[in-house]
């Protein structure tokens, strides 16, 4: 018998470290506490969630000794780090700390004893590696906290490009190595967080092709696969038009997977109508993946347990059918983000009801039942946080391939709403992703019990939220009630950035309504959006942050 195993629940801190202490003990190897972060952080991002202060942290992450560090295959000046790991999080209702995931497996043999030094690894002559021993309790505080890809937060800024060679060559060895931090490294060594794994579950989809179109710009995100369910339109169409997105933006290596043709109970609800020349182009259809959409998310998920986040935003008809298939794919996930769902009783498709819950509440009350780490971004959220409709004409007339094909497929589907005096236009799937790769987007949320009312002959479909605990059920997602659109927009302008593009060369590429005349700036400059331009701000929130000297958009700033 295992002595820790996947959903192996404690009470307090000190008895996970005991356990850690036997089983390091007993299989002959040591672990550190690489990545952790403290109850007292999790409190300051949800402040009604109560949390045993016995458990003493939300996350922790525990890695064999000579993990935590990634070189490049040709150097060979360092050992390719071990994979084992154990992942701990706190649970929903902030009582107990729970095994998510194991990697048991380690890539070096049993005569490396325990005692080793990690120094002891090969390295050449001009290079000594000395990295400090584990970091104790004390040494990890409020403020102190080490926080990778590992844990939930995926921040834009945290996830750019390296710095040059040249300067991480300077660095000296800092205290606690992680990822993050760099050795005395030889010339050309690079160390860069992994890439977050995401599947996107879609039925695309105007607003879909957003969320997959800002996941392709970002290039800290790898989309495993795109599965695809009946929503919108067809089952068919849904893979068609997913096909589309990825030939307009040059990714037709994406894997896409058909899915679900129709709902649980076998109904099938169709919501959306296409018009505009881009949804006619004509698309290859043989490269369509033969295995069914749920074996896939079942197959991914059991092949990286504990590394792979799910947006999910169809009806959640593909999820089910994998949980109904493998019981355990809901809790070997990394993250899950459902934009989906309502927690005021507006509807979309019915009084009550947002669309793709209304479309499979059956799948909706599966997925809320038997998958963990959820947020879900409600229907009403995205209808009160709108982009400005001179935001809207910039990025769709930014004069790139991927600004083309926006305008050719939303300005139709937008006439109605600038026609009935919407104040702006309103992307639900695109925001999602937002949030998925920078958790800053979110200004409020709240962790609750959610559930769907299945049988109300006239709220079926809607999410039900036990705002004040009524039901005594634990709380099971994160409900996100407020959204910072400025950081949307600088987002989104990720979707629309030509290769080339910088403020050096911004002149000739001549970028819809973005300012011709542009004042001399730093070598890196933050810049945002104001009164319809690109303007450099130092200290701006939500501004773009472009380097001239890689001629790329990487990301977005933060004050200074």
Not at 6 to 24: A, C, M, P, R, T
Not at 171 to 193: A, H, I, R, W, Y
Request: charged share 20%; proline share 6%.
């Amino acid at each position: 018998m295992s002595i820790i195993s996947v959903d192996d629940e404690f009470s307090s801190y000190e008895e996970v470290e005991e356990k850690i202490q036997q089983l390091q003990d007993t299989e002959k190897f040591k672990l550190w506490k690489r990545d952790s972060r403290t109850i007292a952080a999790a409190i300051k991002r949800m402040p009604k969630r109560v949390f045993n202060p016995e458990v003493k942290y939300n996350e922790l992450l525990y890695c064999c000794v000579y993990g935590g560090r990634e070189t490049k295959d040709e150097l060979r000046s360092m050992r390719q780090r071990c994979p084992y790991q154990i992942k701990f999080r706190c649970t929903q209702d902030g009582q107990r700390l729970r095994v998510v995931s194991i990697t048991p497996n380690h890539n070096h043999g049993p005569a490396e004893t325990p005692d080793m030094d990690v120094a002891e690894s090969k390295v050449p002559d001009q290079t000594v590696v000395s990295p400090s021993p584990p970091p104790s309790d004390a040494d990890v505080d409020e403020e102190e906290e080490v926080l990778t890809s590992n844990s939930s937060d995926v921040n834009i800024e945290d996830i750019m490009d390296s710095p040059d060679t040249d300067q991480l060559a300077m660095s000296s060895t800092p205290e606690g190595l992680t990822d993050l931090q760099p050795v005395k490294l030889v010339s050309n060594m690079s160390f860069k967080q992994p890439k977050l794994k995401v599947i996107l579950d879609v039925d695309t989809g105007i607003d879909d092709s957003h969320a997959i179109m800002l996941a392709l710009a970002h290039h800290n995100v790898e989309i495993v696969a795109i599965t695809c369910a009946n929503g919108n339109v067809n089952v068919d169409l849904v893979v068609e038009n997913t096909l589309r997105v990825l030939q307009a933006c040059g990714r037709d290596d994406i894997p896409v997977y058909r899915g679900a043709e129709c709902s649980l109970l076998g109904n099938t609800s169709q919501f959306e109508n296409f018009s505009g020349e881009a949804w006619n182009t004509p698309v290859d259809t043989s490269v369509i993946q033969k295995e069914h959409a749920a074996n896939a998310i079942i197959r991914i998920i059991n092949n990286c347990p504990g590394e792979v986040t799910v947006v999910a935003l169809a009806p959640l008809t593909n999820l089910a059918l994998a949980m109904r298939l493998d019981s355990t794919v809901g809790r070997k996930i990394k993250d899950l983000y459902i934009m989906g769902g309502n927690i005021e009783a507006r509807g979309r498709i019915s009084p009550c009801a947002e669309f793709n819950f209304y479309n499979d509440p059956e799948a909706a009350q599966v997925v809320l039942k038997e998958f963990i780490n959820i947020t879900i971004l409600p229907y009403e959220v995205c209808r009160k946080f709108l982009l400005p409709w001179d935001f809207f004409d910039m990025w769709t007339n930014a004069g790139t391939p991927a600004s083309e094909f926006l305008r050719r497929s939303v300005l139709e589907s937008a006439k109605p709403a600038r026609a009935a005096g919407r104040e702006g236009y309103r992307s639900c799937d695109g925001y999602c992703m937002a949030l998925v790769l920078d958790r800053s987007v979110v200004h409020s949320a709240e962790p609750v019990y959610a559930t769907v009312e299945l049988s109300g002959q006239l709220t079926r479909g809607q999410m039900v939220v036990d705002w004040d605990g009524l039901l005594g059920q634990p709380c099971n997602a994160l409900v996100v009630k407020e959204l910072d659109i400025g950081k949307i927009q600088a987002l989104f302008m990720l979707m629309v950035r030509p290769q080339n593009f910088s403020p050096v060369n911004l002149q000739q590429n001549q970028l819809g309504q973005f300012s011709n005349t542009l004042p001399q700036c730093p070598i890196q400059t933050h810049w945002g959006i104001a009164d319809g331009q690109l303007v450099p701000q130092a200290c701006h929130d939500t501004a773009i942050l472009f380097d001239t000297n890689n001629n790329s958009g990487i990301g977005t700033g933060a004050s200074r």
